[in-house]
């Protein structure tokens, strides 16, 4: 692919009318306005947004209308996991016909049981060899219950169609073993937790995936620019500015709470779908406050 699998990109929220319709014109308003940012590019269709919650139609809508919004520099990666082999290589090439230009995929789940090593290595190898895009592994297991180790990842990390891995575990541990496993191959690294993203920059991580670039995304690339600069000083403040912020939008008020708070700012949240709720007035108080003292800091 053209663009080089590096930088910040927002798993982007899907905004949705009050009748929890899609509306494309705002997805493609906030992806006008982040194209003035430093981000790399966009993930459509991801954890944040949404993905489980919409019909296929409604994925590829999406990811089209994000490839037409994207500035020429950004690029285009799509979600695309599913429960079967068969599957997914139905959603990467459904992807790819809208002009995605890599597809991330998240491990099997619902036979979280049976998901061992063996398997998920036959997965992702017949995905990749049937894939007309680069695909990345994505390991969500606070999602999933399914942990990739890094042993696995560097035996997948070989491949010509595997790009690389978006790592949300928040194990610093665990993300520095991938790293050195994967050190000598052509394999993208991304941390796909703002919570770390000061200690994955300084291992060597490739980039970030991170639901507050949804809401702060030049302090996010800024945060990355400071600590690969050698500011560490610099990026540590930017780390602690925003990091309770970014706790709140994920593990505290997920998706409903990032949506609430990128309304603060001025981009289109939008409603969430349920059984997700917008966070009670309370909640969007705590966020408000915040949000106030994070975009202070930074």
């Excluded at 891995?165 to 541990?173: E, L, M, P, R």
């Excluded at 993208?188 to 919570?195: C, L």
């Excluded at 800024?222 to 939008?249: E, I, N, P, T, Y």
């Amino acid at each position: 692919m053209k663009h080089k699998l590096q930088g910040v990109l927002p798993p982007m929220a899907t905004p949705f009318t009050p009748d929890e319709e899609l509306d494309l014109a705002a997805l493609k308003a906030n992806i006008g306005r982040w194209n003035a940012t430093g981000l790399s590019g966009y993930l459509a269709v991801g954890s944040n947004g949404e993905s489980v919650y919409m019909s296929e139609d409604e994925q590829q809508a999406v990811v089209a209308a994000t490839a037409e919004a994207a500035a020429d520099d950004k690029f285009v990666m799509a979600g695309a996991g599913r429960e079967s082999s068969h599957q997914t290589i139905g959603a990467i090439k459904r992807a790819a016909s809208v002009g995605a230009h890599c597809a991330l995929i998240v491990t099997p789940c619902y036979f979280k049981g049976q998901m061992k090593p063996a398997n998920l290595e036959a997965h992702y190898l017949r995905v990749a060899e049937a894939s007309p895009l680069p695909i990345l592994l994505y390991n969500v297991p606070q999602a999933t219950g399914v942990n990739m180790e890094p042993d696995l990842v560097a035996r997948l990390a070989p491949h010509a169609n595997i790009a690389g891995i978006k790592d949300s575990s928040g194990n610093i541990a665990q993300l520095s073993e991938i790293l050195r496993l994967t050190k000598d191959q052509d394999f993208a690294v991304f941390v796909g937790n703002a919570e770390v993203l000061f200690s994955a920059t300084q291992l060597g991580a490739d980039g970030a995936i991170l639901a507050i670039a949804n809401v702060m995304p030049q302090e996010c690339v800024d945060l990355m620019d400071a600590v690969r600069s050698g500011d560490l000083a610099k990026g540590k403040a930017l780390q602690w500015s925003l990091s309770r912020l970014a706790g709140l939008v994920t593990r505290a008020y997920g998706v409903g709470g990032l949506k609430a708070t990128m309304d603060m700012v001025g981009y289109t949240g939008g409603a969430v779908r349920l059984p997700l709720l917008r966070p009670g007035q309370a909640a969007l108080d705590e966020l408000a406050a915040e949000l106030k003292k994070a975009m202070g800091r930074a």
